[in-house]
């Protein structure tokens, strides 16, 4: 059982259980990745129980069974080497090339995607800091230290790892503050009370609300 849909849900559920770190994905989690109802969900999540993919009990939610998790790190390693493919190549920004990628990856071959990867040096970790799956599965890249900006104290110094948000305004409006991957800063002021956080870098003094801080991750640097 394998189609572009199905290839869609199984990495879905991954990267939402990735960013959690948790197994379990929640049919209202997957219905808004997805942009779908939660009754779609439902029915989807009962076709791929059927297969084997996954584990789903109502109420309960959803995980990937082995079988669905190869599946779904599969789809991850092409999405994410394709995207640094076109970054390094053909020069697209971090922004344009997410959608390219998710159209490609349903295409390509694992072949191609082998080739790719030698080609770019296996990299671990693709335009927006996420970690690449390696051909065998395991998680190559990717660092437990990263904290959101939000939750950086003012003083603290620190370097852009990942982006979680990799919706085209966000990191459009990232790229246009100075926030891109490995840029330094200064957390200048923090107020919950006031919803937002104000950074310093190189490229000048930037605020951002709250939620858009969170999905800022970085390491502490001395």
Known sequence: MTSLT?????????????????????????????GVSP????????????????????YEGVKLTQQGRSLALRMLRRHRLIELFLVKTLNLTWDQ??????????????????????????????????PIPSSDGAMRGGNPDVVSLAKLEPGAKFRILRVANQGRDFLRFLADSGLTLQTEGTIIQRSDEAGMVAVRTEHGEVSLGIPAAEQVLAERVE
Do not use: W
């Not at 849900?9 to 959690?20: D, E, G, T």
């Not at 969900?41 to 084997?52: D, G, P, R, W, Y």
């Open 97 to 130: 090339v997410h959608e390219e990628a998710e159209n490609m990856e349903h295409a390509v071959s694992d072949e191609l995607i082998d080739r790719i990867d030698e080609f770019l040096g296996r990299p671990d970790s693709d335009p927006h800091g996420d």
């Open 39 to 58: 009754g779609t969900v439902t029915s989807m999540l009962k076709s791929l129980a059927e297969a084997a993919l996954v584990e789903y009990r109502p």
């Open 6 to 34: 199905v290839e869609n849900y199984l990495k879905a559920i991954l990267q939402i259980s990735l960013r959690a770190q948790h197994e379990g994905v929640s049919t209202g989690q997957l219905a808004t990745s997805l």
